[in-house]
């Protein structure tokens, strides 16, 4: 069992897999990256120097307890970080089409094999080369 467990494993299929993972991750990396530390201080700076992070609707403000050192933390909708959420789907989805483009655009097309004779011309041409 661990024979066919380690042939599996050494098969072209996942090790292909897990170097597909583990550069997804980095990419992943590079993308949130240009996102965050790019991007969004251009959105923020067009949107009037507005951080999204930063907006919500407080529905409960947040309170201490007189004599005692209880915190409650406010209650709010952070419609903000919903926007921020966006505003990095539709940039990375961009990027990530930018790359796929790119790549299919320098990558070589796959040339055709000529296509042979069909099997009628085989029979054709044999039936002529008999008749000779």
Same mark, same amino acid.
């Given at each position: 069992m661990l024979k066919e467990f380690r042939d599996f494993i050494m098969t072209g299929n996942v090790i292909d897999l897990a170097v597909a993972v583990?550069?997804? @991750?980095?990419?992943?990396?590079? =993308?949130?990256?240009? =996102? #965050?530390?790019?991007?969004?201080?251009?959105?923020?700076?067009?949107? @009037?120097?507005?951080?999204?992070?930063?907006?919500?609707? =407080?529905?409960?403000?947040?309170?201490? =307890? #007189?004599? +005692? #050192? +209880?915190?409650?933390?406010?209650?709010?909708?952070?419609?903000?970080?919903?926007?921020?959420?966006?505003i990095n789907l539709i940039t990375v989805g961009f990027v990530l089409f930018m790359i796929v483009k790119s790549y299919n655009r320098v990558r070589k097309p796959v040339e055709e094999a000529p296509a042979g004779p069909t099997q009628e011309e085989l029979l054709i041409e044999i039936r002529d080369l008999l008749k000779k």
């Open positions: 583990i550069l997804a @991750g980095a990419v992943g990396l590079v =993308v949130n990256g240009f =996102v #965050e530390d790019v991007m969004m201080p251009f959105v923020g700076h067009f949107a @009037g120097g507005v951080d999204f992070a930063d907006m919500k609707y =407080v529905l409960s403000p947040a309170q201490g =307890v #007189e004599g +005692t #050192e +209880t915190f409650v933390p406010e209650n709010a909708i952070r419609y903000g970080a919903w926007i921020n959420s966006i």
